[in-house]
């Protein structure tokens, strides 16, 4: 030991032997606090047990006489002293804390003169322990998210603790907590429905919300729909454009036929039941306009592509199945017309709710060399969070004032960030285009889990039968990572070979590709 080192006995008030510290003269009372926190364990302490603004130590002096220390002396008047340390562990509390779904509680302390609503921060503090995840943790930072603190009562219910109720007055040692987050304001809390096909294979769980409709059911059924081991078969019907899902009722009695559900109906009765879902014909469900209506909450969804790949026409497509749209909404690739030049808003309102189309040029987004992928990749960031570039190189697009539609889209009181992105994609083209990627990367990275991306691949009519065009979608959802029960073929010719494309049934048709864009976009918008 050196010269200007020394020893410090220390010792807790509780009693127990005097444990070495080697400290520099130099150092202060401060420090050596700081050492027997991290210490805790060879006084048989948790490192939690010590608090440093309760801590008080004390040098014995002879005589059996104590003086208080400051935390700014020096540690040079304790000499051949011991140090007593007292951190007031009888001013505090043991409580067990639980998950309103977990079986596990956590033993945690807190001073007796806190409050019940202090066990927030002791929540946030601990929330990897209590399981509870990184992005949920920091949305109770940022007081996105609200903790609920209860109390079980002698019949078993959970019962409100009064969150200015002093810890000391508690009369219960275990507290249950729930988080009611964004999605849960607005979507209920989480549950749990047994799901399994009609033709065979594995039952799965499914996790939705009680505020959910059965279509919302059906598109968490389709986001991995893998997991029920289908066959080859009715894996492919799954992304059959002449077919769709169907839940059917639960089975009340034992050999009762179920019958099927509308889309828009609750999936709150589901609530730990067992339901199965078939494929059908598309055209067994007649999408009514008025179905529609609840799913516009002002959303916005940008269809982006490559130029010439159909953005412009699939939303006149989508504009001529509604009723009161001025058709074409859109400029489109004609003899007359370069196709859409500017980045073009079209408001669209049923009855008397509104969403928002919006037709991103595919001219400026050049993927050639690394410095165009660049300033796409830039571009494309900008617009899906909804904001003006302060500095746009001149000639972006063709025509100098491109963006000035977008300026005025941007100054109205009701926009918001994009919450559904479309890409378009031009089926007969030989590949998936490097933009394609680009959108899919750019619009995974914004807020929450990614904003949802589908797709729609157009001039299918070029294409020869429905097997290529399956092996067309494979393809797009292996490069692009969206899957295939997201994109949907297309032909924006009125009529085609295909039944599906042909009259009233393409228009089912059209309304159901738009209904799945908006149930999408506005579970998105309301959840984030």
Known sequence: ??????????????????????????????????????????????????????????VCLPDDRKRKLRFNEGLDIVKDNIIEFDCHLEQQRELYVQHSRSINPMKVKIPNDKKVCDLVDVIIQNARDLSISEAVAESLKEKKSEVKLMVKSSDG?????????????????????????????TRGRPMKIYVKP??????????????????DVINEIKEDVQ??????????????????????????????????MKTLDSACDLKDKLVSFQMVSH??????????????????????????????????????????????????????????????????????NIFNLLDVPGDGLKV??????????STIKWILEGKFPKDVKPGFWKDNNALTAWVTYLKRETTGKVDAVVIVHDGSAASVDMLDKIVVDKAREQRGNGIPVLAVMTHVDKLDNNDVIRDKIKEMSIATGIDEANIFPLSNLRTQRETYLRGSEKDQ???????????????????V
């Open 1 to 58: 030991m050196s010269s200007d080192s020394i020893v410090v006995y220390v010792q807790s008030i509780r009693g127990g032997n005097a444990l070495p510290f080697e400290c520099l003269l130099s150092e202060r009372v401060s420090s050596l606090a700081e050492k027997i926190k991290q210490s805790a364990r060879r006084f048989k302490l948790d490192s939690a047990d010590i608090d440093l603004v309760n801590l008080d130590l004390f």
């Open 157 to 185: 219910e959970l019962e409100p603790l009064d969150p200015f109720l002093c810890i000391a007055e508690l009369d219960r040692d275990n507290v249950i907590f729930d988080i009611e987050t964004e999605v849960t304001k």
């Open 198 to 215: 009609v033709s065979g294979g594995r039952t799965q769980t499914v996790v939705c919300w009680e505020n959910d409709t059965v279509f």
């Open 227 to 260: 997991r029920f081991g289908l066959g080859e078969d009715m894996a492919a019907e799954v992304v059959d454009p002449d077919k769709m899902m169907v839940l059917l009722e639960p089975e009340t009695k034992l050999g009762q036929q179920a019958a099927p």
């Open 283 to 352: 055209r067994q469900e007649q999408i009514k306009i008025d179905d529609l209506v609840p799913l516009c909450v002002g959303q916005t969804i940008a269809f982006i592509g490559a130029a010439g790949h159909g953005k412009s026409s699939t939303i006149n497509t989508i504009a001529e199945v509604l009723p009161d749209i001025e058709t074409p909404l859109a400029d489109t690739w004609n003899k007359h017309s370069a196709g859409t030049m500017v980045i073009s808003p079209h408001a669209i309102k049923i009855g008397a």
């Open 368 to 377: 050639e060399t690394q410095q165009q992928r660049q300033d796409t990749s």
């Open 509 to 527: 048709y059209v309304l159901l590709i738009l209904k799945h864009m908006l149930s999408r976009s506005k579970r998105f918008k309301e959840n």
